[in-house]
Nanobody
Framework: QVQLAESGGGLVQAGDSLRLSCAAS????????MGWFRQAPGKEREFVGG????????AYADSVKGRFTISRDNTKKAVYLQMNSLKPEDSAVYYC????????????????WGRGTQVTVSS
C-alpha cells in the first residue's frame, strides 16, 4: 500500500499560483493512477484532477480546467498540481489519493489518501 504526503499549500491572493506536491512511499506507486481532490468547509470532497499511471492521460473537473495542471514523476514517486489563476472558491484542503487501477483516480476509485494541505485564496 502506498503512503502519501501533500505539501505546498498556503495563503495566496486571487490570481496567484501555487504548486502542490504529493510524495509517495511504497513500491507500487507507478502501477496506479493518482488524483487530487479538495474539500471546503461544509462541503463534500470533490474531484479536482487525475493522472494515469504512466502520466499520459489526465482528467479535470470543469471548475479547474484550463487553470490547473496535474503531472507525475514516477522516478521521484511524486504527483504535482500546478494551480494558476487561483480564485477564492478554490480555497479548501487539498488531498492526493491513489486509485485502484492505471486510470486517473476518481472519488469512487481512490484507495489511499494523504492527510491534506490547506489552500486559502483571499480576494
Amino acid at each position: 500500500q502506498v503512503q502519501l504526503a501533500e505539501s505546498g499549500g498556503g495563503l495566496v491572493q486571487a490570481g496567484d499560483s501555487l504548486r502542490l506536491s504529493c510524495a509517495a512511499s511504497g513500491h507500487s506507486f507507478s502501477y496506479y493512477g493518482m488524483g487530487w481532490f479538495r474539500q471546503a468547509p461544509g462541503k463534500e470532497r470533490e474531484f479536482v484532477g487525475g493522472v494515469s499511471a504512466n502520466g499520459y492521460v489526465t482528467a479535470y473537473a470543469d471548475s479547474v480546467k484550463g487553470r490547473f495542471t496535474i503531472s507525475r514523476d514516477n522516478t521521484k514517486k511524486a504527483v504535482y498540481l500546478q494551480m494558476n489563476s487561483l480564485k477564492p472558491e478554490d480555497s479548501a484542503v487539498y488531498y492526493c489519493a491513489s486509485g485502484d487501477s492505471v486510470a486517473p483516480a476518481r472519488l469512487s476509485t481512490a484507495r489511499s489518501w494523504g492527510r491534506g494541505t490547506q489552500v486559502t485564496v483571499s480576494s
